[in-house]
């Protein structure tokens, strides 16, 4: 069982920076293959990216690639994103989950855990 929550949500400007967490209980976190999506006004939640168990791979979506970074610390049982030059489409809340499967996981079926969100808001 594991247990995830996200922060680091708020209110930005264009352009600006964000980072969120996601902090994690349970003593295999570091086993698990763990993903970011977000959910806008109206929208369904969308995959955002993913990070293997060790780190070393990652997938992004194709609206974020460039601008938002993923990564974790193990030892922290935390998952980090980085959101750069952010614009009014990174409006959303944005949820972590993790999943047993390894690879390129961006189904939201695959995910066993999900944290309640934290909201992101940029305003022009």
């Not at 030059?85 to 695959?110: P, Q």
């Amino acid at each position: 069982q594991v247990q995830l929550v996200e922060s680091g949500g708020g209110l930005v400007q264009a352009g600006g920076s964000l980072r969120l967490s996601c902090a994690a209980s349970g003593r295999t976190f570091s086993s698990y293959t763990v993903g970011w999506f977000r959910q806008a006004p109206g929208k369904e939640r969308e995959f955002v990216v993913v990070i293997s168990w060790s780190g070393g791979t990652k997938y992004y979506a194709d609206s974020v690639k460039g601008r938002f970074t993923i990564s974790r610390d193990n030892a922290k049982n935390t998952v980090y994103l980085e959101m750069n030059s952010l614009n009014f489409e990174d409006t959303a809340v944005y949820y972590c989950a993790a999943s047993h499967k390894i690879g390129y996981v961006r189904a939201e079926y695959d995910y066993a855990y999900w944290g309640q969100g934290t909201q992101v808001t940029v305003s022009s």
